[in-house]
């Protein structure tokens, strides 16, 4: 009697889906994403996001459009430096200490890499945005 009800229970609860997330309306590129601009569509896609977490408070890097799903590629941190922006680099290795200024050839969030001209040597160098906006350059 208790393996028919179990049975009958399992039968009527179906098959487990997962949710992926899609844009409720058009999101332009730049815009931070909020709980209001997604929500969820049955079924699932490598590299689609599929919690909230993964979306929310993220800046969309391409056009997302509504009902579309949201590639974990086309989303990432809000950028806290644009575009021909003047930003301090940064350069450190075994006790010395290099600062001087140049201009970001990108647009970048925090932790990711950047390329900038240093304005003095007209040399391109990548580095890693920190949360202050400035950048440290990797040897």
Do not use: K
Request: aromatic share 2%; glycine share 10%.
């Amino acid at each position: 009697m208790i393996f028919r009800v179990s049975l009958i229970l399992l039968l009527a609860a179906g098959p487990v889906s997962a949710d992926m997330i899609v844009a409720a309306r058009t999101i332009r590129p730049q815009e931070i994403i909020t709980l209001g601009d997604v929500g969820f569509q049955a079924g699932e896609i490598a590299g689609i996001a599929n919690r909230l977490d993964q979306v929310i408070g993220q800046e969309a890097r391409v056009a997302l459009y509504a009902g579309r799903p949201i590639r974990l590629t086309d989303i990432g941190e809000p950028a806290v430096v644009d575009r021909n922006q003047m930003v301090s680099l940064i350069f450190e290795s075994h006790g010395l200490r290099i600062a001087t200024e140049g201009r970001a050839l990108d647009r970048a969030g925090v932790g990711e890499m950047i390329r900038v001209m240093n304005m003095s040597s007209r040399a391109t160098v990548s580095g890693e945005v920190l949360p202050d906006g400035r950048i440290r350059v990797m040897q």
